[in-house]
């Protein structure tokens, strides 16, 4: 019986350590003076795209205006919720490791498809070139150009 109480314990403290994670991931109001959020479950998403989708390449990979354009259609329509310069706001920060170390190709396809259920749009109404130019933008903040190499998918 003492087991029995143990273990029903060890669950329920469980279960309040879940909750608290699902608050704070559907929360829409950081903290004022947050750091960016840097949560690795927030970028889950990304991992999700097919292969296929992954390995396309930016076809504006080196058309040298792509990447001003795409910060004009980012301050359009992306910084209301990922703030200015992509630094994080209601949605989070594009900055982050886990974005700027995915695939274009996988960008590409979250923007295609949004994460609808955690509230990032569908950007499909955007002609294809245009969200290769948002691609473009967003990887531009991580440091150089990706080079055929780091743009590879990983394994
Ligand atoms: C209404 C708010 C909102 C707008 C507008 C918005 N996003 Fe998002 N975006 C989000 C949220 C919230 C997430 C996190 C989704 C999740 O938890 O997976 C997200 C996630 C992302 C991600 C990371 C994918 C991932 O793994 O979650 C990228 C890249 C992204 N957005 C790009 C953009 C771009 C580019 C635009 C403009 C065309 C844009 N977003 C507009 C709310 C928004």
Same mark, same amino acid.
């Given at each position: 019986?003492?087991?029995? &109480?143990?273990?029903?314990? /060890?669950?329920?403290?469980? +279960?309040?350590?879940?909750? /608290?994670?699902?608050?704070?991931?559907?929360? $829409? #109001? !950081?903290? /004022?003076?947050?750091?960016? #959020?840097?949560? !690795?479950? +927030?970028?889950?998403?990304?991992?999700?795209?097919?292969?296929?989708?992954? #390995?396309? =390449?930016?076809?504006? @990979?080196? $058309?040298?205006?792509?990447?001003? &354009?795409?910060?004009i259609?980012?301050? @359009?329509?992306?910084?209301?919720?990922?703030? $200015?310069? &992509?630094r994080? =706001? #209601?949605?989070?920060?594009?900055?982050?490791?886990?974005? @700027?170390?995915?695939?274009?190709?996988? +960008?590409?396809? *979250?923007?295609t498809?949004?994460?609808?259920r955690? =509230?990032m749009?569908?950007?499909?109404?955007?002609?294809? %070139?245009?969200?290769? @130019?948002?691609?473009?933008y *967003?990887?531009?903040?991580?440091? %150089?150009? !990706?080079? &055929?190499?780091?743009?590879?998918?990983? !394994?």
């Open positions: 019986m003492k087991a029995m &109480a143990a273990a029903l314990a /060890v669950c329920t403290s469980f +279960i309040g350590v879940s909750v /608290v994670l699902a608050q704070s991931q559907t929360s $829409d #109001k !950081p903290p /004022v003076g947050a750091a960016p #959020k840097y949560d !690795p479950a +927030i970028y889950a998403e990304l991992q999700k795209a097919p292969e296929k989708a992954r #390995k396309r =390449g930016n076809p504006l @990979q080196n $058309d040298p205006d792509a990447v001003a &354009a795409g910060g259609l980012f301050e @359009q329509h992306c910084a209301e919720c990922h703030g $200015d310069g &992509a994080g =706001g #209601k949605g989070p920060s594009l900055r982050a490791a886990e974005v @700027q170390g995915a695939a274009p190709g996988a +960008i590409f396809w *979250i923007l498809n949004g994460v609808v955690k =509230g749009p569908v950007w499909s109404k955007l002609p294809e %070139p245009q969200r290769w @130019q948002l691609v473009r *967003i990887k531009s903040l991580g440091g %150089p150009a !990706p080079t &055929a190499e780091s743009s590879a998918p990983k !394994p």
